[in-house]
């Protein structure tokens, strides 16, 4: 087969792809770092001539130039599988709306419970010799979406990274209907901010737990990034990496020697990850590296899969817990603010497994607009805050007061542990909180 030839009788303006979306389709439209920008920027110009166009995406880093149009929602709505700060803002227009998953399901979701795509629109590298274009950074579940769409339409840029992986990782070029060559806009950063003192704090309590050998598995946010920070400056050694999400903490381990996957009893050697989202660097550390392994999210956030690989530690943030030990990991109150994600998987799959550990982290309070503080250790979660793990599933709790392990705990110990762990302004009030309840015993610590 002459791949060059196929690839040649495919090329399109990115007008002409745009041209093909009509009102009401459905349309898949990248993901993370990897967005389609010429075919964007194209479709800004014909949406306004059209109604009811659906749109899955997720994890936006940018603003597409779809959501600057005028009256976006009179002709398109945007469904995230995630939620970011741009998509709140559009939740907030009212044309964007959160579909909530188990992300290690998404993609039986698109093989059996959800639309086929009209139009599957995603951002890739060149492709190589053999015909195939590779996802990048952003595999997770686009062999399903590509498996199921109607018309696959590929834009090409050379600023996405090859990433070696597993399976479902790339698309062929016979299997693709348009290819879009764009201006290869550098992949956007995101740039870890620097540590806190709380960060550092609740840091200082994981890394002590974490045995040589360990595979590591950090959520988003600056606890978890602190955390691969501090294990950089310890004496670990021979860490391996199975995670949803590859972040520059795992760069920095690797480059300070800590990584090796010599250990791993699944996958040695190699460091498994869904998706990418970093610095530049990152992306350049992934770029052709055969010790990285990309491979779709079914794989990843598979809960039998962490279970089974030795000494997993998951780490990941919430919102806020209540007294039994629910965390909310995705909204404030009706406000969507992220989502589901894989936590609930990692959670499950790290306590199951061998030596396994399952962290979850959060400051005591957080600052309210008004300069006034909350605490993030509720009585109960606040009246539509989402249950991201029920309450028998954590493990260790942490804040910068302290670390519990809920695992076994009644529910007059739970609260015990938890105030115990609470900002010291609000202990007081909990206690009161936990005695209406009924899940207070007095005991030597009231």
């Given amino acids: 087969m002459d791949f060059q030839q196929m690839y040649q009788d495919r090329l399109a303006t990115a007008d002409a792809a745009a041209a093909k979306i009509k009102s009401g389709d459905w349309v898949d439209f ?10 964007d920027a194209a479709l800004a110009k014909r949406l306004p001539g059209l ?23 009179e002709h398109f709505v945007w469904n995230s599988w995630h939620m970011g700060g741009i998509e709140r803002k559009a939740l907030d227009a009212g044309f964007c709306f959160y579909a909530p998953i188990k992300y290690s399901e998404i993609s039986r979701y698109y093989r059996e419970n959800i639309p086929r795509a009209d139009e599957v629109v995603i951002a890739v590298s060149p492709m190589d010799e053999h ?17 199921m769409g109607k018309r696959i339409i590929v834009e090409v ?3 996405i990274p090859h990433c070696y992986g597993g399976v479902e990782t790339c698309v062929h070029v016979s299997r693709v209907d348009m290819i879009v060559e764009g201006e290869n806009p550098p992949l956007a950063e995101i740039k870890s901010a620097p540590p806190t003192e709380v960060d550092v704090a609740v840091a200082k309590q994981i890394v002590p737990l ?6 590591i598995q950090l959520g988003i946010g600056g606890m978890p990034n602190t955390v691969g920070s501090m294990i950089c400056d310890s004496d670990l050694r021979d860490l391996g990496v199975h995670t949803e999400l590859y972040v520059d903490a795992f760069v920095d381990m690797s480059l300070a020697g800590k990584i090796n996957g010599s250990k791993k009893n699944v996958d040695k050697g190699r ?10 660097r990152t992306y350049d550390f992934l770029d052709n590296n055969p010790e990285c392994m990309s491979t779709p999210v079914d794989y990843t956030n598979n809960m039998f899969v962490i279970a089974s690989i030795n000494n997993f530690i998951s780490i990941n943030n919430a919102i806020d817990i209540d007294l039994y030990g629910q965390v909310n990991a995705e ?10 994600g894989g936590q609930l998987d ?15 982290c959060c400051s005591s309070v957080h600052k309210n607009r008004d300069g006034t503080l909350s605490s993030r250790i509720l009585p109960l979660l606040d009246k539509g805050s989402v249950v991201t793990d029920t309450r028998a599933t954590p493990q260790y709790i942490v804040t910068e007061y302290g670390m519990v392990n809920l695992k076994g705990l009644s529910t007059w110990e739970r609260a015990e542990a938890l105030i115990s762990i609470a900002h010291p302004d609000f202990r007081d009030e909990l206690v009161k909180n936990a005695e209406e309840m009924h899940i207070w015993r007095k005991s030597n610590k009231r």
């Fill in 51 to 73: 109604t009811d166009v659906k749109f899955r995406g997720s994890l936006l880093v940018k603003q597409p130039e779809i959501f600057k149009i005028e009256n976006p929602g």
């Fill in 210 to 215: 974490i045995p040589n050998g360990a595979c």
């Fill in 30 to 39: 990248g993901w993370g770092v990897a967005m389609p920008e010429a075919v």
């Fill in 331 to 340: 909204s404030a109150g009706y406000r969507n603010i992220s989502g589901a």
């Fill in 131 to 147: 015909g195939w274009f590779s996802f990048g950074p952003s595999v997770t579940h686009f062999g399903a979406v590509c498996e």
């Fill in 271 to 280: 460091q498994v990850y869904a998706f990418a989202m970093g610095s530049q």
């Fill in 157 to 159: 840029n050379r600023s």
């Fill in 346 to 360: 990692f959670v499950l799959g790290a306590y199951n497994s061998k030596g396994g550990k399952s962290f979850i």
